[in-house]
């Protein structure tokens, strides 16, 4: 299990190249494990002369890459970091060069010969999480830094990494946990006249789990949003400003607009930060019956769209009233997150707003303008509302931003839920102790405390290499 890993990959010294691949001003190369140290004292030579090693762990040290015939290789900074104070909780060797890409393959190549062997995906920050610098909410939140798309996601992936979700899932599991003892307490020592003290206890301690678990998990879509971006597909009939409005959210002329119905025939795919929300936004075909075999092929791909969207933006025109072809869109959206533009609002208005906002709600329809630009600010002060929240901004608690996270806390809440349940029956307490151990196992599964190696593996693959 874990302890395997640690004893197997800790006897082995791993070296890569932790920097992006190209032309670039500096490049650096990290080399981890028990022959960090002397792999960097041969393959440094400090202009001080003495060893790297020799000077004080964690300080940068000016001199050259040599190669084993004493060549110099690079001019270049090195730095020991000795275990447990580094990012992998190993011995740690890093070596600043010139970015230049033959100069990183030497220099590696170099490393390979003097013992060590190429770093796995990922293979860095899955020992620092074996070693037990990190969990493995805090591994994961490595990677959510490196893809953020807005501030938002990265205040979000930091405080990841700083353990705010973990301390809260720890702090839940250890309540579940003393929970479970106090139930076994009653199981093992019947003849004890605890039974409804911890009963009362017991029902109170898991009603605040489940309310702190359904918090997180109403909270989840906010986290995925923020880092995967908002898949938003913008549909309607032809003609009725879709990529107008494309063009007004991008602030550039990324599609074609005419006043000819069925200019756009394919999906246009962009992504943008709108009020600070990352978006996917797909500009479509128009939605409409149609003889044309061409615009028949985009009509079917605006249909596939709108079927997968997270949310739909529909648009109508507000100076024709609804037509059959915009009731069977309105009619396909109805239930499904979405909101209703009415534009061409710097035209006389036809459309019956007020029926729309009857239908919809007040705050999804919105009339706009995508010519003038009039109503975009009440199109981004929603959308900030339907991410964020009122407060149009994250708060300090913790976010689930991951959907393994998000998983594996719906399991904890079905278990906690079904041990409520039983409680409530006066099952015994050895049905609820086994909905509970399911609760903590899945939380366990989150922070990586119960987590199964094959779980472990797949996790730290989809890292880059040199992370």
């Known amino acids: 299990m874990i302890e395997k890993h640690i004893a197997h990959e800790s006897a082995e010294t791993i070296s890569a190249v932790t920097t992006a691949l190209g032309e670039g001003a500096v490049g650096i190369i990290r080399i981890s494990g028990s022959e960090a140290a002397s792999i960097g004292n041969r393959l440094f030579q400090a202009a001080s002369g003495k060893k790297l090693t020799e000077h004080p762990s964690h300080l940068l040290v000016y001199g050259h890459v040599v190669d084993e015939n004493a060549n110099k290789i690079d001019e270049v900074l090195a730095v020991y970091m000795q275990g447990p104070r580094s990012y992998t909780a190993e011995d740690v060797v890093e070596i600043q060069s010139h970015g230049g ?122 986290g995925k949003i923020l880092r995967e971006g908002l898949q ?40 943008l930060l709108l009020g600070g929300v990352p978006l996917v936004l797909v500009d479509t075909a128009g939605i409409r019956q149609t003889e044309d075999y061409v615009e028949q092929i985009g009509v079917a791909k605006s249909k596939e769209q709108l079927d997968k969207a997270e949310l739909a933006v529909v648009v109508l025109d507000g100076s024709q009233p609804l037509t059959a072809e915009d009731e069977e869109i309105l009619t396909a959206v ?23 906002q009857q239908r919809f709600g007040a705050d999804r329809v919105i009339p706009l303008s995508a010519k003038t630009g009039g109503g975009l600010e009440q199109f981004t002060d929603w959308l900030q509302t339907y991410v964020y929240g009122s407060e149009h901004a994250l708060s300090g608690g913790a976010y689930v931003q991951n959907v393994r996270h998000e998983n594996l806390l719906r399991e904890a809440l079905i278990s906690v839920e079904d041990a409520l349940r039983a409680a409530a029956s006066m099952l015994p307490y050895d049905c609820i102790v086994i909905d509970l151990h399911k609760a903590i196992d899945a939380m366990g599964s989150i922070t990586g405390d119960t987590v199964q190696d094959e779980i472990i593996n797949e996790i730290f693959s989809k890292f880059c290499v040199g992370k």
């Open 334 to 356: 109805t239930g499904k997150p979405c909101v209703i533009i009415v534009n061409k609002g710097d035209q006389p208005q036809v459309n019956d707003l007020a029926a729309l």
């Open 232 to 271: 938003t597909v913008i549909v309607g009939r032809p003609n009725v400003g879709k990529s107008s409005l494309l063009n007004a959210l991008l602030s550039e002329e990324r599609a074609i607009v005419s006043e000819y119905a069925g200019t756009t025939r394919d999906v246009i795919e962009e992504q």
């Open 101 to 222: 890409l033959q100069s990183l393959k030497t220099i590696l190549a170099l490393t390979y010969k003097l013992g060590a062997r190429p770093a796995e995906p990922g293979e860095f920050t899955k020992r620092a999480f074996l070693n037990g610098r990190i969990d493995l909410v805090q591994a994961e939140a490595v990677m959510d830094i490196i893809k953020s798309r807005s501030e938002a996601s990265l205040k979000m992936a930091v405080r990841q990494q700083d353990g705010q979700l973990s301390k809260k899932i720890k702090g839940l599991r250890r309540h579940l946990l003393d929970i479970v003892v106090n139930l076994e307490a009653v199981i093992d020592y019947p003849e004890e006249d605890i039974e409804e003290i911890t009963f009362n206890k017991v029902s109170e301690g898991m009603e605040k789990v489940k309310q702190e678990l359904a918090y997180l998990l109403q909270h989840a879509h906010t």
